[in-house]
């Protein structure tokens, strides 16, 4: 059993579905070490713009793509009320677990977990 620690993410597993689509996708991509984070591809971008070019041939992808963004606009969501309840509640006070607080949140607004597929709407 792999470990959620240490192997693919549902990222990952999304790139790798793009390559067996048939999409060119960097071995690197495809070989990485899981256990790090994942950095920003302009050749995973590309390829899922060749995606959303072409959505009757890659339905299945691009629904996958857009139920992944629904996901991360929610997270985005959450994360905005979070940072509004905890000023809220503590203002500008130290966070939990010696965070900057209000500040370090407010930081975190504009983090996207799939990158990749906000980049490549400005191409769209």
Do not use: C, N
């Amino acid at each position: 059993m792999v470990s959620a620690l240490t192997g693919p993410s549902i990222w990952d597993d999304t790139i790798i579905a793009l390559a067996r689509a048939g999409i060119d996708v960097p071995l690197g991509q495809l070989e990485r070490d899981w256990t790090q984070p994942h950095a920003f591809s302009p050749e995973v971008e590309a390829g899922f713009l060749a995606v959303y070019r072409d959505t009757e041939r890659y339905w299945e992808l691009y629904q996958l793509a857009e139920k992944l963004v629904d996901l991360d606009d929610a997270m985005a969501t959450w994360r905005h009320k979070h940072v509004i309840t905890v000023e809220r509640i503590i203002g500008g006070k130290r966070g939990t677990g010696g965070t900057a607080g209000v500040s370090y949140l407010t930081s975190t607004l504009t983090k996207r977990a799939f990158p990749e597929l906000w980049s490549l709407r400005t191409q769209l």
